[in-house]
């Protein structure tokens, strides 16, 4: 893993859209087209917003996936990770071929249906974040390292939800839904490449647990140790707590 | 193929101490064997993620190789044997080169362990080849240096291999990094091809050193008239089956460290870009090992202790030293993992030398290569059954994260421990030392 430490959210988000449009560039010129996953939450708003701007990636050849969507969660919900996607990068890149969750529909169905499709050929690049609980997608601690099921149902603990309350998407925790659809772990390491965008001072914890403790289910996001090429992007802020040896060493 | 030494060296001066540039390129062809085959294992981590692999489809393509490595030895050697020295081992480095460049035409699994098993297969005759080479051209007295020094390439060919195959990977990709290991083959056999011939028939050879080795080869005759000992006679002997198992429990945990350890440093975290260094050191570590086993050996042996005494006291050293490796469960410290894992290959190291020589101390002429080529097969199964365990148990433990490969080290690091107990128990003086059917020790 690449631990790459910038000096703010802004020159964050600026060198990681740089190195994720590398990556979309580079996999339409070699195969034709790319295939990517996206996250979504309020780490990623800089990110996207610089990604959306660079006017050389052909994105009609790209084709979108997307982590994670709350269960019952109507798309015209402010907080709904489709609605997000929508405004925030589809919009805007007239990408026409992308999969999304739908919240509203039998779960177990969706996922099924949705894992076949994302199956069908290799994931090039996945952009990924790391929740304040070191959540990947919305597998939350102690996450399944197991399934290999594309998609699972996962029931989102009490840190998980604070957190979306926190960031302003819902009034109170008892609003938030208690149930998601989330990429699978395993699934989420079988992209090629994985690009993680995690800025702020409150991630400083869950960035240190991760990237300098074991790796385990009660550190989901640790597992991304163990893909061979994966890059993190953090700033001042969330590498704080860092022992600066080890973010120089890995 | 034949070429007459006169056409290549005419009128040419002899060339003083010839066998040891005999045996440099027998050190080279062993480099080149080991840097072939260590390009899987250093690119296994990426190729895992490229192809999808299991630890399972993994732990399989290694044993294809495994599986035409430990049968074609065999094969090879009757081969090298009928054929000659020069055109075996011309044959084995042609054929496993060729192999390693068409391995990047490979595609998936099947493919790979088509490949690997054709590698293995054209590499196995490197042991028996270079064993006969040096038979051919050493006396008794240096034939164990000999041994060492061809033997140690695989040891330096392991710590070189990283640097070749992984700059070569990041740069270019995974195709272009088993193209040029392959080259490297060819660039030896235009050496070997001007340079080895046998020590009657080499050019360059002085008078004193052609009259010296041949004095050697007649007492090699002579022995050789004796009718040799059968399988079944020798599977009889404890000394037999504790030679077998010095090496069938010993071979299985170095074949861990050559073709699991850059995939047991992913799985704990640590990336192989900033761990090069890692995954050469426990390689020279084990040619300290070899070469500490056999000086440490002689010299007990000249401070007046038997040559049984001073052999199992490295077996005991090597068999207690390898538990090294159990302590690496509870760290994620690059430095401390491979500090570790280079002493255990250390102690490894000298006991496997012991293993080697164990087939000479005990067995007469007649009967070594046979009990020796029985330790190989018995090593060879051994690596393969634990090979199988490596992968299933990696897999089915892959949602401990950090400590998906702990069981398989304990054991790993028992294993040695376990070899060393039943050599201490079984290979002793016994009626069939009195009787002369084995030497005594």
């Given at each position: 893993?690449?631990?790459?430490?910038?000096e703010?959210?802004?020159?964050?988000?600026?060198?990681?859209?740089?190195?994720?449009?590398?990556?979309?560039?580079?996999?339409?010129?070699?195969?034709?087209?790319?295939?990517?996953?996206?996250?979504?939450?309020?780490?990623?708003?800089?990110?996207?917003?610089?990604?959306t701007?660079?006017?050389?990636?052909?994105?009609?050849?790209?084709?979108?996936?997307?982590?994670?969507?709350?269960?019952g969660?109507?798309i015209?919900h402010?907080?709904?990770?489709?609605?997000y996607?929508?405004?925030?990068?589809?919009?805007?890149?007239?990408i026409?071929?992308?999969?999304?969750?739908?919240?509203?529909?039998?779960?177990t169905?969706?996922?099924?249906?949705?894992?076949?499709?994302?199956?069908?050929?290799?994931?090039?690049?996945a952009?990924?974040?790391?929740?304040?609980?070191g959540?990947?997608?919305?597998?939350?601690?102690?996450?399944?390292?197991?399934?290999?099921?594309?998609?699972?149902?996962?029931?989102l603990?009490?840190a998980?939800?604070?957190?979306?309350?926190n960031?302003?998407?819902?009034?109170?925790?008892a609003?938030?839904?208690?149930?998601a659809?989330?990429?699978?772990?395993?699934?989420?390491?079988?992209?090629?490449?994985?690009?993680a965008?995690?800025?702020?001072?409150?991630?400083?914890?869950?960035?240190?647990?991760?990237?300098?403790g074991?790796?385990?289910?009660?550190?989901?996001?640790?597992?991304?140790?163990?893909?061979?090429?994966?890059?993190?992007?953090?700033?001042?802020?969330?590498?704080?707590?860092?022992?600066?040896?080890?973010?120089?060493?890995? | 193929?034949?070429?007459?030494?006169?056409d290549?060296?005419?009128?040419?001066?002899?060339?003083?101490?010839?066998?040891?540039?005999i045996?440099?390129l027998?050190?080279?062809s062993?480099?080149?064997?080991?840097?072939?085959?260590?390009?899987?294992?250093l690119l296994?981590?990426?190729?895992?993620?490229?192809?999808?692999?299991?630890?399972?489809?993994y732990?399989?393509?290694?044993?294809?190789?495994?599986?035409?490595y430990?049968?074609?030895?065999?094969?090879?050697?009757r081969?090298?044997?009928?054929?000659?020295?020069?055109?075996?081992l011309?044959i084995s480095?042609?054929?496993?080169?060729?192999?390693?460049?068409?391995?990047?035409?490979?595609?998936?699994?099947?493919?790979?362990?088509?490949?690997?098993?054709?590698?293995?297969a054209?590499?196995?005759?490197?042991?028996?080849?270079?064993?006969?080479?040096?038979?051919?051209?050493?006396?008794?007295?240096?034939?164990?240096?000999?041994?060492?020094?061809?033997?140690?390439?695989?040891s330096?060919?392991?710590?070189?291999?990283?640097?070749?195959?992984?700059?070569?990977?990041?740069?270019?990709g995974?195709?272009?990094?088993?193209v040029?290991?392959?080259?490297l083959?060819?660039?030896?056999?235009?050496?070997?091809r001007?340079?080895?011939?046998?020590?009657?028939d080499?050019?360059?050879?002085?008078?004193?050193?052609?009259?010296?080795?041949?004095e050697?080869?007649?007492?090699?005759?002579?022995?050789?008239?004796?009718?040799?000992p059968?399988?079944?006679?020798?599977?009889?002997?404890?000394?037999?089956?504790?030679?077998?198992?010095?090496?069938a429990?010993?071979?299985?945990?170095?074949?861990?460290?050559?073709?699991?350890?850059?995939?047991?440093l992913v799985?704990?975290?640590?990336?192989?870009?900033?761990?090069?260094?890692?995954?050469?050191?426990?390689?020279?570590?084990?040619?300290?090992g070899?070469?500490?086993?056999?000086?440490?050996?002689?010299?007990?042996?000249?401070?007046?202790w038997?040559?049984?005494?001073?052999?199992k006291?490295?077996?005991?050293?090597?068999?207690?030293?390898?538990?090294?490796?159990?302590?690496?469960?509870l760290?994620v410290?690059?430095?401390?993992?491979?500090?570790?894992?280079?002493s255990?290959?250390?102690?490894?190291?000298?006991?496997?030398?012991?293993?080697?020589?164990?087939?000479?101390?005990?067995?007469?002429?007649?009967?070594?290569?046979?009990?020796?080529?029985?330790?190989?097969?018995?090593?060879?199964?051994?690596?393969?059954?634990?090979?199988?365990?490596?992968g299933?148990?990696?897999?089915?433990?892959?949602?401990?994260?950090?400590?998906?490969?702990?069981?398989?080290?304990?054991?790993a690091?028992?294993?040695?421990?376990a070899?060393?107990?039943?050599?201490?128990?079984l290979?002793r003086n016994?009626?069939?030392?009195?009787?002369g059917?084995?030497?005594?020790?």
């Amino acid at each position: 893993m690449r631990v790459e430490i910038l000096e703010d959210k802004i020159s964050l988000s600026k060198a990681a859209a740089e190195h994720a449009a590398r990556v979309l560039r580079n996999a339409i010129r070699r195969q034709g087209h790319v295939r990517l996953i996206a996250a979504t939450g309020s780490s990623q708003f800089e990110f996207l917003d610089r990604l959306t701007v660079f006017s050389d990636i052909d994105w009609s050849r790209a084709e979108m996936f997307h982590l994670d969507e709350y269960i019952g969660l109507p798309i015209t919900h402010p907080a709904s990770f489709r609605k997000y996607l929508m405004e925030r990068l589809i919009s805007k890149t007239k990408i026409a071929n992308y999969h999304f969750l739908d919240g509203e529909r039998d779960p177990t169905e969706v996922a099924r249906e949705m894992g076949k499709e994302l199956s069908i050929a290799p994931i090039d690049v996945a952009f990924v974040g790391i929740g304040e609980n070191g959540h990947l997608a919305f597998n939350d601690p102690p996450a399944d390292f197991q399934s290999e099921v594309p998609y699972i149902i996962v029931e989102l603990d009490e840190a998980c939800r604070r957190q979306q309350v926190n960031e302003g998407w819902f009034a109170t925790v008892a609003d938030v839904p208690a149930r998601a659809i989330s990429m699978t772990v395993r699934q989420i390491l079988r992209a090629k490449e994985i690009i993680a965008v995690v800025p702020d001072g409150r991630k400083a914890q869950a960035v240190k647990a991760c990237l300098e403790g074991e790796i385990g289910p009660m550190f989901p996001a640790s597992i991304l140790r163990q893909h061979p090429d994966t890059t993190i992007y953090l700033d001042k802020n969330s590498a704080s707590l860092l022992n600066p040896k080890l973010a120089k060493g890995c | 193929m034949t070429s007459s030494p006169a056409d290549t060296f005419i009128s040419a001066r002899p060339i003083r101490k010839l066998r040891w540039w005999i045996g440099g390129l027998l050190f080279a062809s062993t480099v080149i064997n080991y840097i072939d085959r260590q390009s899987l294992s250093l690119l296994a981590p990426y190729l895992k993620q490229d192809y999808r692999w299991t630890n399972t489809d993994y732990a399989n393509i290694l044993i294809c190789f495994r599986l035409a490595y430990a049968f074609g030895q065999a094969m090879c050697g009757r081969m090298i044997d009928r054929i000659g020295t020069k055109r075996g081992l011309t044959i084995s480095v042609l054929w496993y080169s060729v192999v390693s460049i068409c391995t990047s035409l490979a595609s998936g699994v099947y493919s790979f362990a088509t490949f690997r098993f054709l590698l293995g297969a054209g590499e196995s005759a490197n042991w028996p080849g270079a064993t006969k080479a040096v038979s051919e051209w050493f006396r008794k007295s240096e034939r164990g240096l000999a041994a060492a020094l061809f033997d140690s390439g695989s040891s330096i060919g392991g710590a070189i291999a990283p640097f070749i195959v992984l700059p070569i990977y990041f740069r270019w990709g995974w195709r272009p990094a088993f193209v040029l290991p392959g080259l490297l083959g060819f660039l030896w056999l235009v050496a070997w091809r001007k340079m080895y011939f046998s020590p009657k028939d080499h050019p360059r050879i002085s008078a004193e050193e052609q009259r010296l080795i041949a004095e050697d080869t007649a007492d090699l005759k002579r022995s050789s008239e004796r009718p040799s000992p059968r399988w079944r006679d020798l599977l009889k002997l404890p000394q037999t089956w504790g030679t077998i198992i010095s090496k069938a429990l010993t071979d299985p945990v170095w074949f861990f460290i050559t073709d699991w350890f850059p995939v047991y440093l992913v799985a704990k975290g640590i990336s192989l870009k900033g761990g090069l260094f890692a995954v050469w050191i426990p390689f020279i570590a084990a040619d300290f090992g070899n070469f500490f086993g056999g000086i440490a050996s002689w010299f007990l042996i000249k401070r007046g202790w038997s040559v049984g005494a001073a052999r199992k006291a490295l077996v005991v050293f090597g068999g207690i030293g390898v538990m090294l490796l159990i302590p690496t469960i509870l760290t994620v410290n690059l430095a401390l993992i491979t500090f570790l894992f280079a002493s255990a290959t250390f102690c490894y190291a000298a006991f496997s030398t012991i293993a080697n020589v164990l087939p000479s101390d005990l067995f007469h002429d007649d009967s070594v290569a046979s009990v020796s080529g029985l330790s190989g097969t018995g090593a060879g199964i051994g690596t393969i059954v634990a090979f199988k365990l490596i992968g299933y148990f990696s897999d089915a433990n892959q949602a401990m994260g950090t400590h998906s490969f702990d069981k398989i080290i304990l054991v790993a690091g028992l294993i040695p421990f376990a070899g060393m107990l039943l050599v201490l128990v079984l290979v002793r003086n016994t009626r069939a030392t009195e009787l002369g059917l084995v030497r005594s020790i």
